[in-house]
Antibody, heavy 119, light 107 residues
Framework: EVQLVESGGGLVQPGRSLRLSCTAS????????ITWVRQAPGKGLEWVGF??????????EYVASVKGRFTISRDDSKNIAYLQMNSLKTEDTGVYYC??????????WGQGTLVTVSS | DIQMTQSPSSLSASVGDRVTITCRAS??????LDWYQQKPGKAPNRLIY???SLQGGVPSRFSGSGSGTEFTLTISSLQPEDFATYYC?????????FGQGTKVEIK
């Protein structure tokens, strides 16, 4: 069974950093791209960015609002993807989901982890 | 960036009603569009991919259509379990972008 489990969320002050993890099981993690999507409280979904598989260079894409502050990486030996979030802003508050990407489709999602940026 | 304009933002409907939700892209995206359903406190579930292909396990009362800039999600006969929020997602170019969502509520 394919599973994605996010962790690492919590309360953090503006300007500080946080690293989220996405631990995968039930499939060959290294063969897939991983995407991060977030949702502010009571708001819609926002695509944050993704990392390609190593077969496609392991390169990344980001939405403009996080570019230069967030970094997605992966450790295929541990079946984990990371979202390193620096210089956090209050508007980064929300639930962060990791998803498996197959071609152009997001077929499996984790349950999400809540990040609250507040002083 | 491609903007996805979804309408309506909310609607009230009764069980058995036919419901239509529309997404308009700010530029042509071929058929690079998916539809998702999200229930409160849960991760989204994909209903439709490539604009009109039904995700496995999704009831046939859901259908999608469109290409280019205009897309539609139709629920032919609304069921109690369909009350949720629906989002379109374009994956034609980066950054991928979601519509603002349509909340389907009970009339």
């Amino acid at each position: 069974e394919v599973q994605l489990v996010e962790s690492g969320g919590g309360l953090v002050q503006p300007g500080r950093s946080l690293r989220l993890s996405c631990t995968a099981s039930g499939f060959t993690f290294g063969d897939y791209a991983i995407t991060w999507v977030r949702q502010a409280p009571g708001k819609g979904l926002e695509w944050v960015g993704f990392i390609r598989s190593e077969a496609y260079g392991g390169t990344t894409e980001y939405v403009a609002s996080v570019k230069g502050r967030f970094t997605i990486s992966r450790d295929d030996s541990k079946n984990i993807a990371y979202l390193q979030m620096n210089s956090l802003k209050t508007e980064d508050t929300g639930v962060y989901y990791c998803t498996r990407r197959v071609g152009q489709n997001l077929d499996y999602w984790g349950q999400g982890t809540l990040v609250t940026v507040s002083s | 960036d491609i903007q996805m304009t979804q309408s309506p933002s909310s609607l009230s409907a009764s069980v058995g009603d036919r419901v239509t939700i529309t997404c308009r892209a700010s530029q042509g995206i071929r058929n690079d569009l998916d539809w998702y359903q999200q229930k409160p406190g849960k991760a989204p579930n994909r209903l439709i991919y490539a604009a009109s292909s039904l995700q496995g396990g999704v009831p046939s009362r859901f259908s999608g259509s469109g290409s280019g800039t205009e897309f539609t999600l139709t629920i032919s006969s609304l069921q109690p379990e369909d009350f949720a929020t629906y989002y379109c997602l374009q994956h034609n170019s980066y950054p991928w972008t979601f519509g603002q969502g349509t909340k389907v509520e009970i009339k």
